[in-house]
């Protein structure tokens, strides 16, 4: 019931929201970014990183340091945060932590069947899968040929089984169909996450579905500009369009008719929660669209933190958690290729 959170939540899950937002507040500051980009060297951003939570991951890290080392080392401490989260919480809170990790394992399932399509070595591939989307027979994917091999060998016993089902009409696994297959399954996932959030009900329910829907208009609109220029048809498009979020259902019928990075600025300019995001972008330009989209989906992850009782602050912290190694990605390769004029070109502030 709406309102009467505050009776019953700390039962089960005050802890667990406790842990969290003190996890939050370790995230990097603005002062903490500015420091970083001042950075000569990678052993120089270690030396500022040891004094913020990432401290004990990257203190035995020997000279020179790698960027994927401080990748690898700063996803650890996300993990380590996830798993101990997870090893706590209780039913509904522990299916709705699983939930959040669904995306990783779609992307790992994709990056293992293209790096097999190519001929890679299945280790090197998995070294390079996110540890949040791992899974028992991960490591068997590379053996499947199509579509239903994947599916019966493999993803049968997985949590994605269900959004597959959708995926097994195209049999050959080649680049456009296993594109194709990653955003049937996130639509799948995305609209079986926000069907369980609105199960819920309350607050979690209220800021989820906010956050989702923001999620899938990304998703639609990257969806568009992608497929400019492919032989999708419309009808496909459409077809891999969310049945959910503010563009649905008619941003989606004028979405799937655009032919250029313009005419899905007209299209987008009519929902004012995205007309901020399109003013910063010139025309014809959409290089600076994912950083605009990730700047308006931080905003929208700190807001959630101004509400108690709900479950959206565990999805935040998570996202922003990403958000802050991406940065650090970023900073620690502008450094070691002696780029640091371009900096600040992709890092998104958090705070």
């Known amino acids: 019931m709406y309102g009467f959170e505050a009776l019953t939540f700390n039962i089960h899950g005050g802890f667990l929201e406790a842990i969290v937002r003190g996890h939050r507040a370790g995230l990097l500051t603005t002062a903490d970014y500015n420091n970083l980009c001042q950075c000569e060297t990678l052993d120089d951003i270690k030396m500022h990183l040891s004094a913020t939570e990432y401290g004990p991951y990257l203190q035995n890290e020997p000279s020179p340091l790698h960027t ?3 990748v690898e080392k700063c996803t650890l401490k996300l993990v380590d945060d996830y798993k101990n989260m997870l090893c706590q919480a209780t039913e509904p809170l522990s299916t709705f932590l699983e939930y959040i990790t669904y995306g990783h394992m779609i992307d790992n399932v994709v990056l293992i069947v293209t790096g097999t399509l190519h001929e890679r070595d299945v280790q090197e591939l998995l070294e390079k899968c996110h540890p949040l989307g791992m899974f028992d027979r991960i490591a068997t994917l590379a053996v499947a040929q ?5 599916y019966r060998l ?3 016993d997985t949590p994605l089984a269900p959004y597959f089902s959708e995926c097994i009409t195209s049999e050959d696994l080649d680049d456009m169909n296993i594109e194709i297959m990653r955003n049937t399954l996130y639509k799948a996932y995305l609209e079986d996450f926000y069907r369980f959030c609105q199960k ?3 607050a979690t329910a209220e800021i989820m579905s906010d956050l989702l829907a923001f999620e899938a208009d990304r998703r639609a609109v990257n969806i568009t500009i992608n497929s ?3 032989e999708l048809t419309r009808d496909d498009r459409r077809k891999l369009y969310s049945n959910f979020g503010l563009l649905y259902p008619y941003g989606h019928e004028e979405l799937a008719i655009c032919e250029d990075i313009d005419q ?3 299209v987008m300019e009519k929902y004012p929660p995205y007309q901020s995001i ?3 972008l010139s025309y014809g330009e959409s290089q600076m669209l994912d950083k605009a989209f990730y700047e308006e989906e931080v905003k929208r992850l700190c807001l959630a933190f101004e509400q108690q009782f709900h479950y959206a602050v565990f999805f935040a912290y998570m996202r922003l958690r990403e958000q802050e190694i991406r940065n650090l990605m970023w900073i620690s390769e502008c450094v070691a ?3 640091k004029s371009r900096v600040h070109d992709s890092v998104v502030f958090i705070f």
């Not at 199509?146 to 994947?150: K, Q």
């Open 68 to 70: 994927t080392t401080i």
């Open 146 to 150: 199509n579509m239903r091999e994947l």
């Open 154 to 156: 493999v993803l049968v």
């Open 200 to 202: 819920l009900g309350g």
């Open 228 to 230: 400019i220029g492919t």
């Open 264 to 266: 899905v600025r007209a």
């Open 278 to 280: 399109f003013a910063k």
């Open 337 to 339: 290729q002696n780029q």
